[in-house]
């Protein structure tokens, strides 16, 4: 029964056909017993744990509800990045204007972020505590089944990299953020468009490239400082902020909005923190502070 279910069950669909299908599905019902069951025995053989289904489908629909890759989804032996997950942490930088989630999905039904690398000053905040701002957003959206399903598109603007972004850089670190988006980050990385990219960053970029999957490498788009005329291509006005060519919320909205509802999260995003395992109920509810 445990090989039938990790197969999958005797259905023709594939995993792009099983994403949209709805949490409450039947027919999702053996790839969450599956997969709970290789956890509780592989990551926690006490099997003290319970493994809510709101928590392990995230994690399927991540890998087209491939059991054994969704199992290595967890997040793991990197505790310097993912260990603290309060939003009061990084606050001073949030407060800068660095990381937004565009209120408008685009035409596929992506979430869309975007960071500003020229708002982080890389002598107040280490790059182990900005890659946590993309963890804290990543837990809070990867609860939204759209999400699931379509998963999201990353815009990065790299105006005012400097030396000291780059230095903060080495192959270890590469490696654990890598590490963290391949094998914890639990939804789909649909594209990541890079804006205003000096000449400076590529030797970082070529330290990153290896660690990279081949399907993440293949949705890369680098779009200069001409980026108007091409991130067009890719976004509708009504998704892109004005700073970037479109007709959204303006940017400083945009980032306040989100910064707000992270500081609404905390609550949850501490819960997380401490049971990494997904052994917290997660509802509507929680991502209000009390």
């Not at 197969?7 to 969450?32: A, F």
């Not at 917290?280 to 929680?286: C, E, L, M, Y």
């Amino acid at each position: 029964i445990a090989e039938a279910r990790l197969s999958g069950p005797p259905s023709v669909m594939n995993g792009s056909q099983l994403n949209d299908l709805p949490d409450d599905s039947e027919v999702l019902r053996p790839y969450i017993s599956a997969l709970r069951q290789r956890a509780r025995s592989q990551l926690h053989p006490a099997g003290t744990l319970d493994f809510s289904d709101a928590f392990l489908i995230r994690f399927l629909r991540a890998r087209d509800f491939d059991v054994e890759l969704a199992l290595k989804r967890w997040r793991r032996d990197s505790p310097e990045i993912s260990g603290c997950l309060s939003p009061r942490s990084v606050l001073g930088l949030l407060n800068n204007s660095y990381h937004a989630v565009l209120p408008q999905r685009d035409h596929a039904g992506s979430r869309v972020l975007l960071y500003r690398i020229g708002q982080w000053n890389p002598k107040d905040w280490s790059a182990f505590q900005v890659f946590r701002v993309s963890l804290m957003t990543s837990e809070i959206i990867c609860t939204e089944t759209e999400t699931q399903q379509r998963g999201l598109k990353v815009i990065f603007d790299l105006a005012g990299w400097s030396l000291g972004h780059a230095l903060q850089f080495n192959p270890s670190l590469a490696k654990k953020i890598s590490s963290v988006l391949q094998d914890s980050f639990p939804l789909k990385v649909r594209g990541i468009h890079l804006l205003n990219e000096p000449r400076f960053f590529r030797p970082v970029f070529a330290m990153l490239r290896p660690f990279l999957p081949e399907k993440i490498k293949q949705r890369i788009h680098m779009h200069g400082a001409d980026y108007c005329n091409t991130l067009s291509d890719f976004f509708s006005p009504s998704v892109l902020p004005p700073e970037y060519g479109g007709e959204g919320p303006a940017l400083e909205d945009a980032c306040q909005e989100w910064t707000n509802q992270l500081l609404q999260s905390e609550r949850l995003l501490n819960q997380i923190a401490d049971h990494p395992t997904g052994d917290i109920a997660i509802n509507p509810g929680s991502f209000v502070s009390a």
